[in-house]
């Protein structure tokens, strides 16, 4: 089979395989409705979140994460072709982020990317973790992470002499950031929510108990 061939089964294999929307299903499988209709209406990790459930939450940006990866590998190991893998892990991201069983409305496709990078230049992919974490730590701000790791991606992919997955990659993180386009903007305007690293103080609980107990 030639090249032209093997990317064109691999992109359409990698695209449907990312098309499926793991945090709509767990969360329905989970009696918890649809998803699409809380919070930023995102089929993504973060949105799950939203529902309480921490558990489906790991989840989904586990099998989020499996996606590309997963496609990328069979890619490799079916064709041994660095190109068709990274074609195939790339449509997979494209996929999450446009499902065509969802009128193309899908994620954002940070944890997927995270898993076309483990797979495909694992040195990238832990640069890209700990820009990400370090942003978070600093700022407190999981898009700004987000924004910034999958940003330095494709220069960290250079600097380790990875030409072509640069490449690949850059076409990756102009999608995140047209699909972060809103939280770009809050960012700038100081209006995007943070991270919470410490559980809120019972406080409020207490003296709502206590109001109750009066009524």
């Known amino acids: 089979m030639n090249e032209t061939c093997a ?9 449907l395989l990312g098309s499926i929307p793991f945090g709509l299903v767990l969360v329905k499988m989970a009696g ?8 930023s209406k995102n089929i993504g990790a973060t949105n799950v979140l939203r529902t309480g459930r ?12 499996s996606k590309a ?8 190991r079916v064709f041994d072709s660095e190109l068709v893998s990274l074609a195939a892990g790339t449509a ?17 496709g940070v944890a997927s990317t995270f898993g076309l990078l ?16 370090l942003t978070a730590c600093v700022t407190r701000y999981s898009s700004l992470s987000a924004l910034l790791a999958m940003g330095l991606a494709p220069l960290y992919a250079l600097l380790l002499h990875r030409n072509l997955p640069a490449a690949f990659y850059l076409v990756i993180a102009v999608l ?31 003296n709502t108990d206590t109001l109750k107990s009066k009524d």
Request: glycine share 10%; proline share 2%; hydrophobic share 50%.
């Open 7 to 15: 990317i064109i089964i691999s992109v359409v294999c990698g695209y």
């Open 32 to 39: 918890l409705g649809d998803i699409r209709q809380i919070g």
């Open 54 to 65: 921490k558990d489906l939450a790991l989840l989904t940006v586990l099998l989020d994460m």
């Open 69 to 76: 990866g997963v496609a990328a590998f069979i890619a490799l």
């Open 92 to 108: 997979a991201i494209f996929g999450h982020n446009f499902p065509v069983w969802l009128k193309f409305k899908g994620g954002k």
């Open 118 to 133: 483990a797979v495909t230049a694992f040195p990238v992919g832990l640069m890209s973790g700990a820009t990400w974490i």
């Open 176 to 206: 995140i950031f047209i699909r972060h386009k809103d939280n770009i903007r809050r960012l700038v305007k100081g209006e995007e929510s943070k991270i919470s690293f410490h559980k809120k103080s019972d406080e409020h609980t207490e």
